[in-house]
């Protein structure tokens, strides 16, 4: 098929490498100049596993795959996926969140307007349930001058790609859901994953909205959980880690997600946890247990810091370093990243802050700038240092010997703590 892709960001570059891999020819359309001319030249615009590779081989070697300014071109292709950055931010209006997806949207009904043959849209970002029905396909009609239905084709097709290991998860579905407007459109979409051994599952165009939306605010608890029963186990001298082995071995629970720590970042969970408690305000439903898993995940970051008091009392002038920047390994992505809390907290307690992350450091340097000192090594960050803590389980970290006779507070499980007691002046672990 003809595929092009609407937004080349983290979703929709990883999306078009995954459909370029399964053998289809695939545009991504983006506003972007200089993201465009990246991609065409086969250079990641951001840092993904294996990212780089692929588009060096689906770019450069196959041409299976480009990128293009030109709005027009998606009248040239069978199906558009619209993976536009869906930003969410507690401060901003309904009208500024829905921004890109309304010009992105309004862009694709023009140049729809000139196709003949039928087409379908789908929304692959993460949209609160009814947007496909009550935003896109009005401006899809309006702009377009055609019929759902009839002239074009709707679907919903929810990304659910972790970050980190994305092309993995993309070539290793777990689940295809697919909410349509009719079964038209969802044939045409299901087409394009033909050869997928993933289970299928179509449904109305709001449900596989919810679906989204439901399923990462059910991992968002699942973290908040452990976290919260993690904080009370190192009250009480249990190991958290274990009661999650031991909890994980019901199958009904899952060992999956019950890794205690400082709690869960990323572009992802927090904005489509705040976006869905948005969504029960606005219809005047309550949400206690939600709102719990928000809130606990807001102070989780602060206990690393409570911690290092606890360990050093005064953080003043304290020379503290800070390991791991991203908010999980694998990525650069420093967004809602637990460690942006933990260095605010730092610098408000006028700590001496000194970093290392080994993909992030460009991002944190355009956050923080001189307010923090900036190591190009382990090593360099820890040298010298009152307290060292850990924030992201890099594979870099995993070794206790790095840390002999320092003071170090792990909020990963990064190191093993028998092992980690022994060779550190101290060693303590945020929730165990
Ligand atoms: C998440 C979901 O896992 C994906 O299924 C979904 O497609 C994606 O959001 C999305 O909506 O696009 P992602 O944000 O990439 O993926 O990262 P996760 O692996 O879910 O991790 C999120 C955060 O939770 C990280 O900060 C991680 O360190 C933390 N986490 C994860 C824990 O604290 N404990 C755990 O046991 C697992």
Do not use: M
């Given at each position: 098929m003809d595929i092009s892709i609407v937004g080349s960001g983290y979703v929709g570059l990883v999306t078009a490498v995954g459909l370029a891999s399964i053998g289809h020819r695939v545009v991504c359309i983006d506003v972007d100049g200089s993201r465009v001319d990246l991609i065409n030249r086969a250079e990641a615009p951001f840092y993904e596993n294996g990212l780089a590779e692929a588009l060096r081989t689906h770019v450069r070697d196959r041409g299976a795959l480009r990128a293009s300014l030109d709005y027009s071109e998606i009248a040239d292709s069978d199906i558009t996926f619209i993976c536009v950055n869906t930003c969410s931010n507690s401060g901003q209006n309904a009208d500024f969140?829905?921004?890109?997806?309304?010009?992105?949207?309004?862009?694709?009904?023009?140049s729809l307007a000139s196709k003949r043959d039928y087409h379908t849209v789908v929304t692959k970002s993460s949209v609160v349930p009814g947007t496909t029905e009550k935003i896109i396909i009005p401006l899809l009609e309006r702009y377009s001058g055609k019929q759902v239905g009839t002239d074009f084709g709707v679907a919903v097709n929810p990304e659910f790609l972790q970050e980190g290991r994305a092309l993995q998860s993309f070539l290793n579905m777990d689940r295809i859901i697919?909410?349509?407007y009719d079964a038209r459109s969802g044939s045409m979409t299901q087409g394009v994953y033909n050869g997928s051994r993933a289970p299928v599952l179509r449904t109305k165009m709001r449900t596989a909205e919810m679906i989204k939306f439901a399923s990462n605010a059910f991992l968002a608890a699942k973290i908040s959980f452990i976290n919260e029963i993690g904080n009370l186990?190192?009250?009480?001298?249990?190991?958290?880690?274990?009661?999650a082995d031991g909890m994980g071995l019901d199958p009904r629970i899952g060992r999956a997600f019950l890794n205690a720590g400082i709690g869960f970042g990323g572009s992802?969970?927090?904005?489509?946890l705040e976006a869905l408690l948005r969504k029960?305000?606005?219809?005047?439903?309550?949400?206690p247990l939600?709102?719990?898993?928000?809130?606990t995940n807001k102070s989780q970051p602060l206990r690393m810091v409570e911690v290092a008091r606890a360990r050093l009392g005064d953080l003043k002038g304290k020379r503290i370093g800070v390991l791991g920047l991203a908010f999980k390994p694998h990525t650069d992505d420093i967004r809602n990243a637990p460690a942006v809390e933990v260095i605010r907290q730092l610098l408000a307690q006028e700590a001496r802050v000194v970093v290392y992350d080994p993909k992030a450091m460009p991002r944190v340097r355009e956050l923080f700038h001189e307010q923090v000192e900036y190591?190009?090594?382990?090593?360099?960050?820890?040298?010298?240092?009152?307290?060292?803590?850990?924030?992201?389980?890099?594979?870099?970290?995993?070794?206790?010997?790095l840390f002999a006779g320092k003071v170090v507070i792990d909020g990963r499980r990064a190191l093993d703590p028998d092992k980690a007691s022994l060779v550190c002046q101290s060693y303590d672990g945020v929730c165990w």
């Open positions: 969140r829905q921004k890109h997806i309304k010009e992105a949207t309004k862009k694709i009904g023009q697919i909410g349509e186990c190192k009250k009480i001298g249990v190991d958290v880690y274990e009661v992802c969970l927090p904005k489509d029960y305000r606005e219809t005047g439903e309550k949400a939600l709102s719990a898993v928000y809130n190591e190009d090594s382990v090593a360099g960050a820890i040298a010298g240092c009152d307290c060292i803590l850990i924030v992201t389980e890099w594979s870099e970290f995993k070794d206790e010997n």
